[in-house]
């Protein structure tokens, strides 16, 4: 590449200070990214705790938000990479499509609810519900997790390096949870599995995938006992 | 929703502070509660006297009551607060409920007072001058009202016993039923609202010899529903989630204090905030810190 091309090519990153700049602003800028942007590097200052940072993001950039954010941060995002130096609200990458979430700090409750896709990393703790009703995303934390982690979670995969608050996996239907630590309990119809070749190797790339040290050998999966799929007459009488 | 911001201070050179780092945290959650705000404070008591605060309808003279009962008095909007002495307490409590009907005594204690009114927190807070009160800790509540009216009686916090307050976040289920059963107890109750019942349940509590984080387990087994509270007495500082713990909330703890927020928003300009333990208080674990004495 010619060194003409290079300076045309060479793109500082964007910031955005929040303290100063709008929020809104943030937004519309990063809503009307074209996909094929060159505008790929991002840089949010003093987030201070405010909702829904870089929500619906569509497009391959990159962003690292300085600083704790509020509720719903990174929700949506579709093929982003989103670093979060420091907590996250409840709801952190909500309903993700694509792309990767990597939360430094310790996430708030419902990290990575209904997520479809992508890779959510949590390098602390998540509180109570993470990845609940998740239908796809794939979900690291290096932490413990809250109580309800799991709830009717779908599909895709929920590792935890840490404990499990009380009823992990209640009423799932087939997501994989892998837990090193000790869940508190178990929630209705989940129970541990054997862990076949195929879901080492799952349980392997996430390890490697989120920069994880554990040894896959520490964990134990967990997944549905499939007994609340139809319903069953003799629970009748509940009714 | 509903916001609460509480602060409890550890270093008392920041004690100067602590009404303006509460007024400040108090605003932030405005669009957690924007109907009525409120928050009580505990400041300078002087021994051999009490505070009560009182609150009556606009244009009320204040200051003819206190010079009626030769106590002193410091008027805050329609609130106003008057040095009781402890010897005449039953007296001053009897005098107002015969000749003032109109006159709400809204809390007592030898430290605490309590200010709450309807409006935007902002706008409650400077009635009342929250930014130059001093004091060792403060709670403070941005109310959107669930289970009873917009009235500055609905709005947090709640006393029920001396020196002790209630804010709440979140609504309770069977607060009927435990009224009626604190009733026979003798608590008395000025709102059908839920969150005075959690209040009378835990004055209750200690009013039987419970200390504050006994009462708070005790709550956990009573009552049902979803909170949130942040509780002050004398000396203390209470947190308590219910097990489910939707209601959100989020703790700072450094050298000089220990901060409630029910986001962070509400603690991020609270000095040494980037170096503070910042953590979520677990579901259905008891949380107090008590003052050194």
Not at chain 1, 211 to 237: C, E, I, M, W
Request: aromatic letters at 6%; proline letters at 5%.
């Amino acid at each position: 590449m010619s060194s003409a091309l290079k300076q045309m090519t060479r793109i500082e990153p964007v910031t955005f200070d929040l303290a100063a700049d709008k929020l809104r602003d943030l937004s519309v800028a990063l809503h009307a990214l074209p996909p094929q942007t060159n505008q790929t590097s991002w840089q949010i200052l003093n987030p201070r705790g405010q909702h829904a940072v870089a929500v619906g993001v569509t497009v391959p950039v990159s962003i690292q938000i300085d600083g704790h954010v509020g509720y719903y941060c990174a929700g949506m995002n579709d093929g982003a990479v989103i670093t979060i130096e420091g907590n996250a609200g409840p709801g952190v990458a909500e309903n993700m499509m694509s792309g990767i979430v990597h939360v430094k700090g310790d996430a708030s409750q419902a990290a990575g609810a209904t997520a479809h896709g992508g890779l959510l990393i949590i390098d602390g703790n998540a509180s109570a519900r993470c990845g609940i009703s998740m239908k796809g995303i794939d979900i690291v934390v290096k932490g413990s997790v809250g109580h309800m982690s799991a709830f009717m979670a779908q599909s895709g995969n929920l590792v935890i390096l840490g404990d499990t608050g009380e009823a992990l996996g209640d009423s799932l239907y087939e997501a994989r949870i892998f837990c090193a630590g000790t869940p508190a309990s178990l929630g209705a119809d989940c129970e541990e599995k054997p862990m076949t070749p195929d879901d080492k190797a799952i349980l392997v790339d996430l390890l490697q995938r989120a920069g994880a040290q554990a040894d896959p050998g520490d964990f134990k999966l967990y997944g549905s006992a499939r007994t609340l799929y139809h319903f069953h007459v003799d629970n009748a009488g509940a009714y | 929703m509903c916001g609460i911001a509480g602060l409890f201070l550890k270093n008392r050179a920041l004690e100067p502070e602590l009404g303006a780092m509460t007024a400040a945290m108090l605003e932030v959650l405005t669009d957690r509660g924007p109907d009525s705000a409120g928050f009580a404070i505990y400041g300078d008591g002087a021994a051999g006297f009490m505070k009560f605060t009182l609150r009556a309808p606009a244009g009320f003279d204040f200051p003819a009551l206190a010079h009626e009962l030769q106590i002193a008095v410091t008027l805050r909007d329609d609130h106003a607060v008057i040095q009781v002495p402890v010897a005449r307490e039953a007296e001053v409590r009897r005098h107002l409920a015969a000749g003032y009907p109109m006159v709400a005594v809204v809390a007592s204690g030898s430290r605490m007072e309590l200010f709450k009114g309807v409006g935007l927190p902002a706008l409650v807070s400077k009635r009342f001058g929250l930014a130059g009160m001093s004091g060792s800790h403060a709670i403070a509540h941005t109310r959107m009202a669930t289970e009873s009216a917009v009235t500055t009686q609905g709005a947090h916090p709640f006393s029920t016993g001396p020196d002790q307050c209630l804010v709440h976040n979140g609504s309770l289920s069977n607060h009927n039923d435990i009224r009626r059963s604190l009733i026979r107890e003798h608590m008395r109750f000025e709102t059908q609202n839920d969150t005075e019942v959690a209040a009378g349940f835990l004055s209750w509590k200690l009013r039987e010899g419970a200390k504050l984080d006994e009462a708070l387990t005790a709550a956990l087994d009573t009552l049902d529903g979803f909170y949130t509270f942040v509780v002050g007495t004398e000396s203390g500082f209470g947190v308590l989630r219910d097990p489910v713990a939707c209601k959100p909330a989020v703790m700072a703890e450094t050298d000089d204090y220990v901060a409630f927020g029910s986001e962070y928003r509400a603690l991020v300009d609270l000095p040494g905030i980037s170096k503070a333990k910042l953590f979520e208080p677990e579901p259905a674990k008891v949380y107090f810190w008590e003052r050194a004495a």
